[in-house]
């Protein structure tokens, strides 16, 4: 992705069920609400009406493989084209609770479907006409909040009923985490790797430790005509 076309500054989250991340994007909605003009926090599948539909299906209908790619692909362009390109346009930080990084994760490692079907969806599901003709569209930033999956199922055991994915056994959770890494590795440049086995505390530290390190706190900050 050409960052330098983009006004706005996307991050996603990324992490098996139980790593943690959805309560320090939690944080990082609450202090970026203080500092930054617009604050945009979405989700995947979801973040528009027609993307949550799909995402009940997605999570609770049974279906194979490549029935749950493509639904999954069809929720994330609705999703881009009618919050998040419009976010970055006015110059929003957007916050993504997970993004195509679980489709390889998820999909590809855990349910060993071809990652190179995944990377021909990927193309033509992201490539932007809003914000600039064949830019593929990603986060400019990932923080993956790793953990064992031993650890994070046992995070899940006092959780609500657990959906089609919390539902899997151990050997789909340890082919996701597998899948993270290896997604990790391909694009060292926009992922962050987190510990998410430390405490809050240490986890938070972590990640502005990481933004501060990039060069990113300043330009979140700054997003969208800086300060309040």
Sequence with gaps: MTTASVHGLFLSFEGIDG?????????????????????????????????????ALVLHEPMD?????????????????????????????????????????????????STETLSILERMVQTSIAL???LM????????????PALAASRLESARAPDRFEAQDADFFARVAQGYAERAQSAPQRFVRIDAAQS???????????????????????AGGGPR
């Design 132 to 134: 600039e003709p064949d």
């Design 65 to 113: 493989a490549l029935t749950e790619s493509l639904l999954v692909f069809a929720a994330r362009r609705d999703h881009l084209r009618r919050c998040i390109e419009p976010a970055l346009a006015r110059g929003a930080v957007v916050l993504c609770d997970r993004f195509t990084d679980a489709t390889f994760a998820y999909q590809g490692a855990g349910r060993g479907f």
């Design 19 to 55: 790593a943690g991340k959805s309560t320090h994007l939690d944080a990082a909605e609450s202090w970026l609400r203080v500092h930054a003009a617009e604050v945009v926090r979405t989700r995947e599948p979801g973040g528009t009406p027609l993307a949550e539909a799909l995402r």
């Design 200 to 222: 809050r505390h240490a986890v938070w530290q972590q990640i502005t430790q990481a933004l501060v390190r990039r060069g990113w706190l300043a330009i979140m900050v700054a």
């Design 137 to 148: 569209l990603e986060p400019h930033l990932t923080l993956w909040f790793d953990l064992p």
